[in-house]
């Protein structure tokens, strides 16, 4: 078996309160329709993602497939992300379970989003010249 099989493991998650407040700290999003994304600059060489789906959203059966939807399009699209970064996925309500569309979804934000913030840590030591 030479194919290329790309996972998504235990050590590519955001599961602590911690993390997960590390990027909510930040203050550092993007959106869109189907996704607002939050995120901050890891020190390791692959970006992890964290999802977080309200009750809004429906029942457990329900939430844990928007999960299963998200999990599978970060998975698939993990070569595209730029790496070392944490996200934390927050689908929108009324999100629409169509696989092709979060792919496109996740892999335009999380690439605004690193642009964005690699941008601001650049101009940052600028600003406090005198």
Do not use: C, W
């Not at 099989?5 to 993007?30: C, I, M, P």
């Not at 993602?49 to 599978?72: C, Q, T, W, Y």
């Not at 792919?103 to 913030?117: G, H, M, N, V």
């Amino acid at each position: 078996m030479s194919e290329n099989r790309l996972s998504l493991g235990q050590h590519q998650r955001l599961k602590k309160t911690a993390e997960f407040d590390a990027v909510y700290n930040l203050k550092k999003s993007v959106s869109d329709a189907q996704l607002i994304l939050f995120g901050k600059k890891n020190e390791l060489p692959l970006s992890r993602i964290g999802l977080s789906v309200s009750k809004k959203h429906g029942n457990a059966v329900v939430r844990n497939r928007i999960k299963r939807m998200l999990r599978e399009a970060f998975r698939t699209r993990q070569l595209q992300i730029p790496p070392g970064f944490d996200f934390v996925l927050v689908p929108r309500v009324g999100l629409e379970l169509d696989l092709r569309l979060l792919q496109e979804s996740i892999q335009k934000l999380t690439s605004r989003l690193a642009r964005r913030i690699s941008e601001q840590k650049e101009t940052r030591p600028a600003e406090n010249l005198p």
